[in-house]
Nanobody, 118 residues
Framework: QVQLVESGGGLVQAGGSLRLSCANS????????MGWFRQAPGKEREFVAR???TDGRTDYADSVKGRFTISRANDLQMNSLKPEDTAVYYC????????????????WGQGTQVTVSS
């Protein structure tokens, strides 16, 4: 059974950087399309980024485009962080459907907290 475990979250000042990792106890990431989502207090979980395993294509939410980068290892490099990036970040394995929908992912990690101070 695949289990995903996120790490790398923490407290950072605005403008700083963090790198999130997603460990997988099952098969290697290279055979799955993987994604990152985030959920801020009182808000719905939202799409952040994904990488498609077939060709390495990446997609990003407009709010993070140009600042975040997802890798083949499913790391999420986050630069130029803003207070509005504060949230619990989740990695997930894509299953089917629209890549920006939480319903399209079948395995989720427990999340890692990212807090950006102003």
């Amino acid at each position: 059974q695949v289990q995903l475990v996120e790490s790398g979250g923490g407290l950072v000042q605005a403008g700083g950087s963090l790198r999130l990792s997603c460990a997988n106890s099952g098969r290697t990431f290279s055979t799955y399309t993987m994604g990152w989502f985030r959920q801020a207090p009182g808000k719905e979980r939202e799409f952040v980024a994904r990488i498609r395993w077939t060709d390495g294509r990446t997609d990003y939410a407009d709010s993070v485009k140009g600042r975040f980068t997802i890798s083949r290892a499913n790391d999420l490099q986050m630069n130029s962080l803003k207070p509005e990036d504060t949230a619990v970040y989740y990695c997930a394995r894509y299953y089917t459907g629209n890549y920006y929908s939480t319903a399209s992912y079948d395995v989720w990690g427990q999340g890692t907290q990212v807090t950006v101070s102003s």
